[in-house]
C-alpha cells in the first residue's frame, strides 16, 4: 500500500466537497485545520536508526515534487546520489519518458558504483561525489550491496499538499471515531501515506478508499460487494480502520509494530516479533521475504506526515481546507432505482453518485438498484418526508439480477442473443464486442438487464489512458527435457498472503461500433454467425469480458444431498465459497476432505453443498464477484502494451505477480488464457500486460 498520486480533477473536487456530507445533520461545521501538538513520544517514539527515514520522507513529503526523481539507496534513506527532472505532464507519452529517463539514471549509477567495486578509483565529480557517501573504509562488498539498492523516489510534495486539504472535510470525525475507541488521535494521518486522502483511490492488487483495505481484510469488518464496497464510504472505512489497528495493537503492544501491521499484516509482524523482538531490531535486521521497502518504511513514512500534516504552515503556508456539508440520511425500505430517484427528486445522478461512494457502478448504469437497508445520504435541501414520499412510489421487492453466458463450442454472437431475448446490439454494448462480434469459448458474456444504460467504447488510441482491445500471440510451451518448476499453491485463504521467440502482440484498433438498425438477434454482417473462436487460437484479450471458468462443471447427489463441482479461479477462497452458499466454511473442508490451514490452488477441483443455495445463484454471486473485481482494476488503470516475459527456475505465478510483474494473478491468467501455471517450465514464454495509472 503506498502513495497514490494526482492532480484534483473536476470530478475529485467535487468528491472531496461532498465527502464531507457525511460528517453532521442539518447544519454546517467548520472543519478545524490540523493543530501543532507536542510529540506523543510514548506512543509514536522516533528511534535513532530511523531518524534518516523520518527525515527522507520530509524531505519527500515537502521539498521534492512530482517534477523530481530522488536517486538514492533503499536501505541508507540519508544516502543520496543526485536528483532527475521528470516530465509531469498527464499524458502516456510523459509516462513512458519518465520510465525511460528513471531506468537510464539508475543504469548510469549502477556503473559508476560497479567502477568503485572494482576498484576504479573516481574521477568526475559525479563519481567522486558518490564516493564521498560511503565510509573511507567502505570495500568491494559495500559497493555491490549498494547496486542491488538503487532506487528513485518521486517527490509528493504536491500531492501531500492536496491531500491535507482534502482531509479538512473529515478530519475532525475521524478523530472523533479514534478517540472514541480509546486510540491515539494522531493515528487520523495515517491517510496521508495510505492514499493522501483520496477518496477515490484504488491499487493494483485491489485495495480500495483512503484506508487502503484489501478484499479480504475489509471483509472482516465492512460489506464488500458488487453493489456496496463500504471501503470507499471515508467514514464506515475509518471506523474499521480504527478496529484494525486496536487489535495489531492488542497483539503486538507498540504502536511502531501495529502501525507496521497495518502494512505488512498482523501475521507477519507476529513472526517478525518472535524472531527479532522490539521493532528497532525489526527495522535494522529483519530480513522477512515480503519484508521489503514499503513494510520497513511504513512507520517512518507515518512519522513524517504526521508532523508535516501538524506543522503545515511550515511548509506549504496557510491552506483553505475542504468543509463537511450537512446531509439528509434515509435508509432505503425496499430496492431503488438510482436514475428514476434522482430524477423525481431533480438532482442530478453525479449528486448521489458523490454522495454515496459506497455504491458502485452498476447502480448509475442501471444493471442494479439502489439495496434495500442501505442508508442513503441526500441533500439537506431535501426533507425525510419528500425523500420518504417519493421513495415509497419507486421501491422494488427484488434486486435486479445479474445473468451471464459462458460461450461453448458451436455458439455465436446471434445466437447467445436469442437464447436470452436480448437485442443483439445491447449484448455487443455490454461486452464491449467488436464490430464482427466475434466470441471464443471460455468467455463469460454479461447478460445485459432492462433499463440499462449503454454507451459504445471510443474507438481510437488516443494520447490518454483509454482502454485498449489488445491481440494477443499466445507464446508456445517448449518441449523439455527438464523438471517442472517447482510451484506452490497459490494461497487463496484470508490473511495469506518455445523454441521460436513469440513477438510481443500488436494492438489494433478497437472495432466496437454497431451497425445502423441492428434489430434482436438479427445477426450482423459475416459477425455474429461466426461460431465460437478456439481459444488456443491467438484471441482478443477483451478486457470487459470475465474468462475465468465461473460455472459448476457438474452437479450429482452424494449422501442424498446435491453437490456440484468447481475450478478454483483466481481470487477465491474457501470463506467466499461458504458466504455465496451461507455454510460455514468447515462444511467445505469436510465434503473436501480439507485439513484446517490446507490452501488452496487455481483451477483446483473443489466439491460444494448446493443444499441452501441454488446452482444458478452460486453461480450468479461468483460472476458478479470476478465482475467487480475487474470493473475495480480498469476504472483506475489501463493497459499500455503488452511484453513477453520468460520463465525462470522457481517462478510460480505468485511469485511473478507480487514481486516480478507488480500484477494481480487474475490479469496474468487473463493474457494467457491457454497457460498452466501450475506446472510453468523454465524458458517458457508468457505474456504479460504493461499497467499504467489512469491519469
Not at 461486452?431 to 481510437?460: F, H, W
Request: aromatic share 10%.
Amino acid at each position: 500500500m503506498g502513495i497514490f498520486s494526482g492532480k484534483l480533477s473536476g470530478a475529485g473536487k467535487i468528491i472531496c466537497l461532498a465527502v464531507g456530507i457525511f460528517l453532521i445533520t442539518g447544519s454546517l461545521v467548520i472543519a478545524a485545520t490540523p493543530e501543532t501538538e507536542k510529540p506523543m513520544v510514548e506512543n509514536f517514539p522516533v528511534h535513532d536508526s530511523i531518524k534518516p527515514n523520518v527525515a527522507f520522507w520530509t524531505d519527500m513529503f515537502t521539498r521534492y515534487t512530482r517534477s523530481q526523481g530522488v536517486i538514492h539507496d533503499a536501505r541508507n534513506l540519508d544516502r543520496i546520489y543526485g536528483v532527475i527532472s521528470l516530465d509531469t505532464a498527464r499524458t502516456r507519452t510523459a509516462e513512458k519518458n519518465n520510465k525511460k529517463k528513471k531506468k537510464a539514471a539508475l543504469e548510469a549509477h549502477k556503473k559508476i558504483l560497479l567502477n568503485l567495486a572494482s576498484g576504479k578509483l573516481p574521477r568526475s565529480q559525479k563519481e567522486k561525489k558518490m564516493a564521498g557517501l560511503f565510509p573511507s573504509k567502505a570495500g568491494p562488498e559495500h559497493f555491490k550491496q549498494a547496486v542491488r539498492e538503487l532506487r528513485i523516489q518521486t517527490g509528493l510534495a504536491g500531492q501531500f499538499k492536496e491531500g491535507l486539504i482534502r482531509s479538512g472535510a473529515v478530519i475532525e470525525k475521524f478523530k472523533e471515531i479514534f478517540n472514541s475507541h480509546g486510540l491515539p488521535i494522531d493515528l487520523v494521518y495515517l491517510p496521508c501515506v495510505e492514499s493522501s486522502f483520496d477518496f477515490t483511490a484504488y491499487s493494483k492488487f485491489g485495495a480500495a478508499g483512503i484506508w487502503q483495505f484489501t478484499r479480504g481484510t475489509g471483509k472482516r469488518y465492512m460489506k464488500i460487494g458488487y453493489v456496496v464496497d463500504q471501503r470507499r464510504d471515508p467514514f464506515i472505512s475509518t471506523q474499521s480502520a480504527a478496529l484494525l489497528l486496536k487489535r495489531n495493537y492488542t497483539k503486538l503492544r507498540e504502536w511502531p509494530l501495529a502501525i507496521t501491521a497495518y502494512n505488512h499484516g498482523l501475521n507477519g509482524m507476529v513472526r517478525a516479533k518472535k524472531q527479532k523482538g522490539g521493532y528497532e531490531n525489526i527495522f535494522n535486521t529483519f530480513q522477512g521475504r515480503s519484508f521489503k521497502f514499503a513494510s520497513r518504511n511504513f512507520y517512518s513514512e507515518f512519522l513524517a506526515a504526521r508532523y508535516v500534516a501538524k506543522n503545515y504552515k511550515k511548509y506549504f503556508g496557510n491552506l483553505v481546507f475542504q468543509k463537511p456539508i450537512p446531509f439528509t440520511p434515509f435508509t432505503t425500505k425496499g430496492y431503488l432505482p438510482a436514475k428514476a430517484l434522482a430524477q423525481s427528486l431533480n438532482l442530478d445522478i453525479q449528486t448521489i453518485k458523490t454522495l454515496n461512494p459506497a455504491l458502485r457502478k452498476p447502480v448509475f448504469d442501471g444493471r442494479k438498484y439502489i439495496p434495500k437497508g442501505f442508508e442513503l445520504r441526500l441533500p439537506d435541501t431535501i426533507t425525510h418526508d419528500t425523500i420518504t414520499r417519493i421513495a415509497a412510489g419507486l421501491s422494488k421487492k427484488k434486486q435486479k439480477p445479474s445473468k451471464f453466458h459462458r460461450v461453448q463450442k458451436g455458439d455465436t454472437a446471434g445466437a447467445i442473443a436469442r437464447i436470452h431475448s436480448v437485442p443483439l446490439k445491447d449484448l455487443i454494448l455490454a461486452n464491449g464486442l467488436s464490430r464482427r462480434a466475434t466470441v471464443y469459448i471460455g468467455q463469460n458474456l454479461r447478460i445485459p438487464v432492462q433499463d440499462e444504460i449503454r454507451t459504445p467504447k471510443k474507438q481510437t488510441i488516443p494520447e490518454s489512458s483509454a482502454p485498449m482491445p489488445l491481440k494477443i500471440q499466445q507464446p508456445k510451451i517448449q518441449q523439455l527435457k527438464t523438471q517442472p518448476l517447482k510451484t506452490q499453491p497459490l494461497k487463496t485463504q484470508p490473511g495469506e498472503s518455445p523454441q521460436s521467440e513469440p513477438q510481443p502482440p500488436k494492438i489494433p484498433p478497437l472495432e466496437n461500433t454497431v451497425p445502423p438498425g441492428t434489430a434482436v438477434a438479427k445477426p450482423l454482417p459475416g459477425g455474429t454467425q461466426t461460431r465460437a473462436i478456439p481459444i488456443l487460437e491467438e484471441p482478443d484479450i477483451n478486457l470487459e469480458i470475465v474468462t475465468s471458468n465461473l460455472k459448476i462443471q457438474k452437479t450429482y447427489i452424494k449422501n442424498k444431498n446435491l453437490v456440484g463441482i468447481i475450478r478454483v479461479a483466481s481470487e477465491e477462497t474457501l470463506g467466499h465459497y461458504a458466504d455465496w452458499l451461507q455454510i460455514p466454511t468447515q462444511k467445505i473442508r469436510t465434503l473436501n476432505n480439507f485439513p484446517y490451514g490446507k490452501s488452496i490452488s487455481i483451477d483446483q477441483k473443489i466439491i460444494i453443498p448446493l443444499k441452501t443455495t441454488k446452482p444458478e445463484r452460486f453461480e450468479e454471486l461468483r460472476y458478479e464477484h470476478h465482475k467487480e473485481i475487474e470493473e475495480d482494476f480498469f476504472e483506475s488503470f489501463f493497459i499500455g502494451s503488452v511484453e513477453i516475459y520468460e520463465i525462470k527456475n522457481g517462478d510460480t505465478i505468485w511469485s511473478l505477480c507480487i514481486n516480478e510483474l507488480e500484477m494481480p494473478p487474475w490479469l496474468l491468467k487473463k493474457f494467457n488464457p491457454a497457460i498452466d501455471f501450475n506446472s510453468l517450465q523454465p524458458l517458457q514464454k508468457i505474456s504479460y500486460p504493461i499497467i499504467s495509472k489512469r491519469l
